[in-house]
Nanobody
């Protein structure tokens, strides 16, 4: 599967954005999906993950209550909806996919073997 992230941009603090990850390939539903972000000078960090069927999600504490993750296995997409954005959310956001025999969620960067190219989110104060 190949991934293409989109939806980044410049937004004021308190605003919202929706990032989308489009996947090619017929086996998309066999993959756990994830979103990560990397700010300048920092390591890539986990943001959100969703299981193969979408029945399970897990959100990082730093964005819990503001970000949600969803997926559409017919359209082969998974989205990250971001509300109440803060300047500290500024980063390049990456979508990722991990082949999974189980309907589970994954938070570790090293667990994902497929990565999109990243989309920049800038939140101004």
């Amino acid at each position: 599967v190949q991934l293409q992230a989109s939806g980044g941009g410049l937004v004021q603090a308190g605003g919202s954005l929706r990032l989308s990850c489009a996947a090619s390939g017929r086996t998309f539903s066999a993959y756990t999906g994830g979103w990560f972000r990397q700010a300048p000078g920092k390591e890539r960090e986990f943001v959100a993950t969703i299981s193969r069927t979408g029945s399970r999600t897990y959100i990082a504490d730093s964005v819990k209550g503001r970000f949600t993750i969803s997926r559409d296995n017919i359209r082969n997409t998974f989205d990250l909806r971001m509300n109440s954005l803060k300047p500290e959310d500024t980063a390049v956001y990456y979508c990722a996919a991990s082949i999974s025999p189980l309907d589970d969620v994954k938070t570790g960067v090293k667990l994902y073997e497929k990565w999109g190219q990243g989309t920049l989110v800038t939140v101004s104060s």
